[in-house]
């Protein structure tokens, strides 16, 4: 498919932040990026195909559409277990240098495409990389990760936030643009978004936590404040989102990363209705893009993440695939699940559990993925088998089973 005038099923109207009467009169602080200078933004936005023929068979699976064959993926597919992706970050050694420049973003990015040719193509990005365009900077240290020098937990701190700035994430609509257009339809353009409560930890807590201990004793403590702050993100991500739609992303996915480390009941009312803001506003504005969700640690929580209304629920690898498809039931798709450690079993290990996992999955609404994101060291040739199995296997010549998994005793 080229690019075309028309938008990806989204409308061309934006949230009213004047409607929110906290945030509408906070001043806008100034940011500088200083990787590279940014050029007016003016891109072609991407339809979507009126044909499923010529869609990817990843979106096909997304919305429960019928594949030949399990789409396949892997979160942080493109990264350090590449030598390729080494080689250029010694180079550049800045992380946010190498998220943050065009050429390179698109670079990393098509590494993986390039080497095994997967069913999504994910941009090289960080669930951080929007922040600094809605007044909340951040560095990357060696040891410590990111860093937030002036986190927000009181009233005041909510006075440096202002609406998001799209112009300077134009790297990021540059970047997915000129993806579409390198892979075209032969595979999906992936975007992505932290959700609310998981960017939420690091601008409270200052960087990343083993405890969260700031941000949920905040639940108790300053309630307003962070709910504040979780609104304020829910717009801004809202708007991200539908800026990666339009610059060409078939899919989003959104990752809560840190939501499983919040009780159920304490994720119901921290997480969830903010996850659900974004996906009822984004529907409106993009409602042919399937959006997938992801929790780490997420099998105390799949009936509830199913309420958000997304398209696709990542189950990690803890979860029985058979099991998460039962309780889930068949109108939503599901992405995952094999133990990423598989990668470093034999071949033959491998692909009895890539079966395995494909076959509890059933033919209808799976993406094949990991449980969790490709672990630094991960052998290339395992992965290149990962990807080889996922093409080989054709559902046609499968007998599934029907019979749903009995409840543990």
């Known amino acids: 498919m080229t690019p075309s005038s028309l938008t990806s099923g989204c409308c061309s109207h934006t949230i009213g932040w004047n409607s929110w009467t906290l945030f509408s009169r906070l001043p806008n602080?100034?940011?500088?990026?200083?990787?590279?200078?940014?050029?007016?933004?003016?891109?072609?936005?991407?339809?979507?195909?009126?044909?499923?023929?010529?869609?990817?068979?990843?979106?096909?699976?997304?919305?429960?559409?019928?594949?030949?064959?399990?789409?396949?993926?892997?979160?942080?597919?493109?990264?350090?277990?590449?030598?390729?992706?080494?080689?250029?970050?010694?180079?550049?050694p800045s992380f946010r240098e190498r998220s943050e420049t065009t050429d390179l973003i698109?670079?990393?990015?098509?590494?993986?495409?390039?080497?095994?040719?997967?069913?999504?193509?994910i941009i090289f990005s960080d669930i951080l990389t929007p922040l600094p365009a809605f007044g909340v900077p951040f560095d990357i240290e060696e040891v410590r990760g990111p860093v937030i020098q002036s986190p927000i937990r009181d009233k005041d701190a909510l006075k440096a936030l202002h609406p998001i700035d799209l112009e300077k994430l134009s790297f990021v609509g540059e970047s997915l643009k000129i993806l579409r257009h390198e892979v075209g339809d032969k595979a999906a353009i992936l975007g992505f978004v932290g959700a609310p409560w998981t960017i939420a930890t690091?601008?409270?807590?200052?960087?990343?936590?083993?405890?969260y201990t700031t941000i949920k004793s905040m639940c108790h403590t300053s309630p307003h404040v962070l709910e504040a702050l979780l609104s304020h993100i829910t717009e801004a991500i809202t708007e991200y989102i539908v800026f990666q739609v339009q610059a060409g992303a078939h899919c989003i996915q959104i990752f809560d990363s840190w939501g499983g480390q919040l009780p159920p009941h304490?994720?119901?009312r921290w997480s969830k209705p903010y996850i659900?803001?974004?996906?009822?506003?984004?529907?409106?504005?993009?409602?042919?893009?399937?959006?997938?969700?992801?929790?780490?640690?997420?099998?105390?929580?799949?009936?509830?993440?199913?309420?958000?209304?997304v398209d696709v629920i990542g189950l990690d690898w803890t979860v029985d695939m058979a099991d998460g498809r039962s309780r889930l039931g068949p109108e939503i798709s599901v992405q995952g699940n094999v133990d990423p450690a598989f990668l470093f079993s034999p071949l033959a290990a491998l692909t009895d559990e890539i079966h395995r996992v494909v076959k509890c999955a059933g033919p209808k609404g799976h993406i094949l993925n990991l449980g969790h994101g490709v672990l630094v060291g991960t052998p290339?040739?395992?992965?290149?088998?990962f990807f080889d199995v996922a093409k080989s296997f054709k559902f046609d010549r499968v007998i599934f089973t029907t019979e749903e998994p009995k409840p543990a005793v």
């Not at 984004?282 to 309420?307: A, H, Q, S, W």
């Not at 290339?380 to 088998?385: D, G, K, R, S, T």
């Open 380 to 385: 290339e040739e395992a992965v290149a088998h």
């Open 29 to 92: 602080s100034n940011y500088n990026h200083t990787l590279s200078p940014h050029r007016k933004l003016s891109y072609r936005k991407f339809p979507r195909a009126c044909s499923a023929a010529t869609d990817p068979l990843l979106v096909k699976a997304a919305r429960g559409e019928p594949v030949c064959r399990p789409p396949a993926w892997m979160m942080r597919q493109a990264g350090r277990y590449m030598a390729v992706y080494r080689k250029l970050a010694e180079k550049h």
């Open 106 to 121: 698109v670079k990393i990015s098509l590494q993986p495409w390039e080497a095994f040719h997967p069913d999504g193509v």
């Open 276 to 309: 659900k803001q974004i996906v009822d506003a984004v529907r409106k504005r993009c409602p042919e893009t399937p959006l997938v969700f992801y929790i780490n640690g997420n099998g105390g929580l799949l009936e509830r993440m199913k309420d958000t209304g």
């Open 266 to 268: 304490m994720w119901e």
């Open 202 to 211: 690091y601008i409270v807590e200052g960087g990343t936590t083993r405890t």
